[in-house]
Nanobody, 115 residues
């Protein structure tokens, strides 16, 4: 099992940047995949980005070029750098880990982008 704690959310103006962090309760070196998902009010949870243990990355097409995912195995932390934020990026952002074919989720962190 693994517990995930997100941080770094908040209120930002359109065009601004935020960096989200997800810290795991155990070493992430052996975790197959970690990632970020988001859920806006009234919408389904959607993929933002994932990164494998070999640091291969995958992004939602609409977010490529603005969002960057990376990981620091020494700190057991995965990051999401979000640039040029838009009001439509407003959502709760969730950290995800896939370990032994099971999905684990953090509690989420709110990101609000004002116009």
């Amino acid at each position: 099992q693994v517990q995930l704690v997100e941080s770094g959310g908040g209120l930002v103006q359109a065009g601004g940047s935020l960096r989200l962090s997800c810290t795991a309760s155990r070493s992430i070196f052996s975790i197959n995949s970690m990632g970020w998902y988001r859920q806006a009010p009234g919408k389904q949870r959607e993929l933002v980005a994932t990164i494998t243990r070999l640091s291969n990355t995958n992004y939602a097409d609409a977010l490529k070029g603005r969002f960057t995912i990376d990981r620091d195995n020494a700190k057991n932390t995965v990051y999401l750098q979000m640039n040029s934020l838009k009001p439509e990026d407003t959502a709760v952002y969730y950290c995800n880990a896939v370990l032994d074919f099971l999905n684990f989720w953090g509690q989420g962190t709110q990101v609000t982008v004002s116009s």
